[in-house]
């Protein structure tokens, strides 16, 4: 059986959220692939942009940081440049100014740093499973998925315990900010130019900013300098140093890149258990699985649908021309179902080798910094929950998020009989 069935009619507008509400839509990006793999793709709120859906395009393109920059935005949406300079974060710099801060915080996120964590996320797991598989019928993204990925980044980050649960609400309200769910202030349906010099035009970013100022505040009042907001916030070797605002910036980067990924990395992992019964049985006999696992669970997820960058420079491409100025999505969604890339894009099989897929941003210099953080984090949790299960099978249909942004099953009801 295969785990899900895109429903799309193959000519999905991908500038809509409305259109992700079943799944990405992947029998347009199949058809953009095939037929148009750059696609100039209209857009009702503002400048049109440019698709990108091949694998191997987008590897290409995402080092080639001199034509394809991040700083003029990552998102679809277009901003000011007074916007795009209240809201950026090193994310949206590029090579030589990018690598300042990055080099700051490699080491915190670094293989080896995420390693001493193991027992840590294990010990995690233990509770939020526990009680997650003892209803027998369940949300598995609500009582699993959601449950461990802020916990988890309230160690590496140095964040109060009792301050979690708030943290995950405002996490959610900020990147889910075009689904009615998670906020009250739906990005696309409603007036957020209030917020606008906010990250993500929300009011959770304002809640967010301020929650930051005061925690660092309390921690440098205490000499509290353990964890990665301390270490952004030391000089570069050029003793630069970042502003308040981008480290503020930072904050909230951290807070929704590390809570909405995983959870749904988690979630479709889960799901596809529920539809490919085998992954059961060969996540419980182990071994080599677990090496190449994580990579095909987060490949299967992709929760980073795109990100975006501007041409600096006119670029030639298809027998198109990428004009400067243009915006280029690069779909991770589609790079990652490419049936040029790999065989059989839509089975999940746990021992993949080679797995090129891109749902970290691969290749180039923003691959993101958690990378080694959710591995470990999704390899401890599925060890953790194969060995508690006889079976898991679907309670009910799922549902995903709504946006073009952030893929994910944000509502997943499952039975398990136990192990
Ligand atoms: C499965 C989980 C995750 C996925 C799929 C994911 C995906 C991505 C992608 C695609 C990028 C590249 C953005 C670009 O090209 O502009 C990125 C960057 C980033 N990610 Fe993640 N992420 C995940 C987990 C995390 C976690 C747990 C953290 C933090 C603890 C994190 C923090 C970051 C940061 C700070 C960047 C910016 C890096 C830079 O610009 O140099 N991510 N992530």
């Not at 148009?36 to 503002?46: K, N, R």
């Not at 609400?169 to 739906?186: S, Y």
């Not at 690069?330 to 049936?339: L, Q, T, V």
Request: proline letters at 5%; a negative charge; one cysteine or more.
């Amino acid at each position: 059986m295969t785990v899900w069935t895109p429903s799309d009619d193959g000519n999905a507008d991908l500038s809509s959220h409305d259109a992700f509400v079943n799944g990405p839509p992947h029998n347009t990006f199949a058809r953009l692939r095939r037929d148009d793999p750059l696609h100039w793709t209209e857009y009702a709120q503002g400048q049109d942009f440019w698709s990108v859906t091949r694998n191997a395009d987008i590897s290409a393109m995402n080092k080639n940081t001199e034509v394809f920059s991040s700083a003029r935005g990552i998102r679809m949406e277009d901003q000011s440049h007074e916007e795009y300079m209240a809201r950026r974060t090193f994310q949206e710099t590029d090579p030589p100014e990018h690598s300042k801060t990055r080099m700051k915080l490699f080491k915190a996120f670094s293989r080896t740093t995420m390693a001493q964590y193991e027992d840590e996320i294990r010990d995690l797991c233990q509770p939020i499973l526990d009680a997650a598989l003892e209803q027998g019928t369940f949300d598995a993204t609500k009582e699993i998925a959601r449950q461990l990925p802020m916990r988890m980044l309230g160690r590496v980050v140095g964040l109060p315990e009792e301050d979690l649960p708030w943290l995950v609400e405002k996490g959610d309200a900020l990147i889910a900010n075009t689904d009615p769910d998670f906020t009250a202030h739906v990005l696309d349906k409603m007036d957020t130019d209030a917020y606008r010099m906010m990250p993500f035009n929300s009011p959770a970013g304002a809640e967010l900013y301020a929650y930051a100022q005061e925690l660092m505040e309390k921690k440098e009042a205490s000499g509290d300098t353990s964890g990665v907001l301390h270490m952004i916030r030391q000089p570069a070797k050029d003793g630069s140093t970042i502003t308040e605002t981008e480290f503020r910036n930072f904050f909230c980067l951290v807070v929704a890149a590390g809570n909405d990924t995983t959870r749904y990395s988690i979630a479709a992992g889960i799901q596809a258990m529920c539809h490919q019964p085998e992954l059961l049985a060969q996540m419980q006999a182990g071994g080599d699985i677990w090496e190449t696992a994580p990579d095909e669970i987060i490949r299967w997820a992709t929760p980073a649908l795109y990100f975006r960058r501007t041409a600096t420079q006119d670029f030639e491409m298809h027998g198109k021309t990428i004009r400067a100025g243009d915006k280029v999505l690069y779909w991770f969604a589609s790079a990652n179902r490419d049936e040029a890339t790999f065989d059989d894009p839509f089975r999940v099989d746990l021992s993949r080798t080679p797995n090129k897929h891109l749902a970290f941003g691969q290749n180039g210099p923003h691959v993101c910094l958690g990378m080694w953080l959710a591995r470990l984090e999704v390899r401890v949790l599925f060890q953790e929950l194969a060995k508690r299960l006889k079976s898991i099978e679907p309670a009910g249909p799922h549902r995903f998020l709504r946006s073009n942004f952030v893929g994910g099953v944000k509502e997943l009801p499952v039975t398990v009989t136990l192990a």
